[in-house]
T-cell receptor, first 113, second 114 residues
Framework: AQSVTQPDIHITVSEGASLELRCNYSYGATPYLFWYVQSPGQGLQLLLKYFSGDTLVQGIKGFEAEFKRSQSSFNLRKPSVHWSDAAEYFCAVVPGSSYKLIFGSGTRLLVRP | EAQVTQNPRYLITVTGKKLTVTCSQNMNHEYMSWYRQDPGLGLRQIYYSMNVEVTDKGDVPEGYKVSRKEKRNFPLILESPSPNQTSLYFC?????????????FGEGSRLTVL
């Protein structure tokens, strides 16, 4: 079945440490790819997006993501996490054959002082 | 300021009492959508609208209705709410340029049905 998978429900990192959140999708054609962040009590905000071209994309708040076609992955990274990055992160996909955004189930990031 | 505004932000109601959650956007977006968010399930699309008078079902439309009489407004109607509709609801809008994937979200409406 077509899906978006975020295998980690929770991740805890220390402030200042690096971060990688995983996302895999199972759609045939290269889809449009997105990462959203949801801070507590807030709506979702777009962090970054990939449509085509350079497979390493930069986003807001110092985040980046790399599209790997061979692995059907779009992992989110940040070199040094800040306490304010504690939030829930959603990977999302618009499959090439539709105009509908499909969300993963989310990864909750906790940041240790 | 570009924004999507939802009301009410919080609501407690009882089974069967009709309610409407309003959504308005000021970005002249053609596309609007409603999602519900439940723990462990991510966001699931309820209904969406490609433009005025054009609406379609998402993944979980049962128990909900929508209308799109004006471009800026997209209300979500629960004709006879049930406890399984207790959830956090988000309205969002977008334009075609990103395959409707670059969504602008409201702040959410937390609904409890007793």
């Amino acid at each position: 079945a077509q899906s978006v998978t975020q295998p980690d429900i929770h991740i805890t990192v220390s402030e200042g440490a690096s971060l990688e959140l995983r996302c895999n999708y199972s759609y045939g054609a290269t889809p449009y790819l997105f990462w959203y962040v949801q801070s507590p009590g807030q709506g979702l905000q777009l962090l970054l997006k990939y449509f085509s071209g350079d497979t390493l994309v930069q986003g807001i708040k110092g985040f980046e993501a790399e599209f790997k076609r061979s692995q059907s992955s779009f992992n989110l990274r940040k070199p040094s996490v800040h306490w304010s990055d504690a939030a829930e992160y959603f990977c999302a996909v618009v499959p090439g054959s539709s105009y509908k955004l499909i969300f993963g189930s989310g990864t909750r990031l906790l940041v240790r002082p | 300021e570009a924004q999507v505004t939802q009301n009410p932000r919080y609501l407690i109601t009882v089974t069967g009492k009709k309610l409407t959650v309003t959504c308005s956007q000021n970005m002249n977006h053609e596309y609007m959508s409603w999602y519900r968010q439940d723990p462990g399930l991510g966001l699931r699309q309820i209904y969406y609208s490609m433009n005025v008078e054009v609406t379609d079902k998402g993944d979980v439309p049962e128990g909900y209705k929508v209308s799109r009489k004006e471009k800026r407004n997209f209300p979500l109607i629960l004709e006879s709410p049930s406890p399984n509709q207790t959830s956090l609801y988000f309205c969002a809008s977008s334009t075609p340029g990103t395959g409707y994937g670059e969504l602008f979200f409201g702040e959410g409406s937390r609904l409890t049905v007793l």
